[in-house]
């Protein structure tokens, strides 16, 4: 820009540049991007025309085929071409598109204003007027220098989540395989309990969808049974690791519990009982069944697991509502209606999942 004339120079400062990212592009970016470049907080910034910064390509698109075959100069000076004339369009259509999206962000605004009055009404009566004024001093420090604590960013970020957790472990079992002392099992302690966790997700989605397609069609009957055929293959070789890792626990167990273990066959394959350390009944029941280190270890993965089973759940009912504002805004047809009910459906499922394995996650940690 020092090279132009101040006439050709625009009056610009870097202060008044707001670099901003669109939802679709933010997800894949580090989580300490999100809340500093969203449009939602940015002072001044509204709901933007979402596909706005993509439809150029519906115009470029077109020439694509005829492209592939000239050379790299007429490539660009066709592009340049295409481009500019769809600016000249948008620009020549500035009257009519900006008069049509003021009347609808006049309807809009309405809508959104009395929500967030009763919303802001709901969280001064509930957190009380002192916490939130201190809530809105900290968002204006924020929104000055975003060097400062944001509390636009969830706290769960600063956790350590479940892959993390397994990635940390694996290492530390890395370094001490190396070492002599270390005597050598089937499989590693991590992997055993991650593998009791994955089987008890595994439970609890075949029993939702077992109570869901109760009355399902002959295909979706064979489908659970086919999984219900694999996960007791599953189980069976985790009872096996359970003699390495908790050694006593056969004796302390009742006979109806121990049915669990020596007859798998006579339950619902999403109902037998696994008995990982965390679920016994006290501590000192955990250090007289399970090698050392055990029950420590699979706290430390349930922590984990409780912070990545509330993200799912959150970002489970972010989906619900988008998919339903999006089933009213552009879906009409009766086989688009019928295929949305099965994503709905799909993402129920997960979110009730997720509630599920969240409350048993805390319900251990808290226990």
């Known amino acids: ?51 706005m910064i993509e439809e150029n390509w519906a115009d470029s698109n077109k020439a694509m085929a005829q492209m592939k075959m000239i050379g790299p100069g007429a490539w660009q000076d066709t592009l340049d071409n295409i481009f500019g004339f769809y600016n000249y369009r948008v620009m020549a259509n500035f009257d009519h598109m900006l008069a049509n999206r003021l009347a609808c962000a006049i309807k809009e605004a309405c809508i959104y204003h009395n929500d967030f009055k009763r919303f802001n009404e709901g969280v001064v009566s509930y957190f009380s007027s002192i916490l939130t004024s201190d809530w809105l001093k900290s968002i204006v420090l924020w929104e000055k220098d975003h060097s400062k604590p944001c509390l636009y960013e969830a706290m769960l970020q600063g956790k350590e989540t479940l892959q993390e957790v397994e990635l940390a472990l694996a290492r530390e079992e890395h370094e001490n395989s190396a070492k002599a002392s270390i005597v050598s099992v089937p499989l590693s302690l991590s992997s055993f309990l991650m593998t009791g966790i994955q089987l008890e997700e595994a439970q609890c989605t075949l029993e939702l969808e077992v109570k869901v397609k109760s009355m399902g069609t002959v295909y979706q009957q064979l489908d659970i049974q086919r999984q219900r055929a694999a996960l007791i293959h599953k189980i069976n070789r985790f009872c096996g690791l359970q003699q390495v890792f908790m050694l006593k626990l056969r004796p302390v167990l009742s006979p109806s519990k121990l049915h669990h273990i020596d007859s798998p066959a006579s339950f619902n394959t999403e109902n037998i009982k696994l008995f ?75 979110i009730h999942a997720n509630k599920l394995r969240y409350h048993y996650a805390q319900y251990i940690v808290s226990s």
């Open 1 to 51: 820009m020092a090279e132009f004339s101040d006439n050709a120079c625009l009056k610009i400062t870097p202060e008044v540049i707001v670099m901003c990212v669109p939802k679709f592009h933010l997800w894949v970016h580090k989580p300490h991007c999100h809340a500093h470049f969203s449009f939602n907080y940015v002072p001044g910034a509204s709901q933007t025309h979402e596909e």
């Open 276 to 350: 990982i350390p965390l679920e016994l009944d006290n501590g000192a029941q955990r250090t007289h069944i399970c090698m050392l280190g055990v029950a420590a270890t699979e706290l430390h993965i349930c922590e984990a697991e409780a912070c990545d089973s509330l993200q799912k759940l959150c970002l489970g009912l972010w989906n619900r509502s988008t998919t339903h504002l999006f089933t009213v805004k552009n879906v009409i047809s009766q086989n688009s209606t019928t295929q949305n009910q099965g994503i709905l459906r799909t993402i129920q499922m997960n």
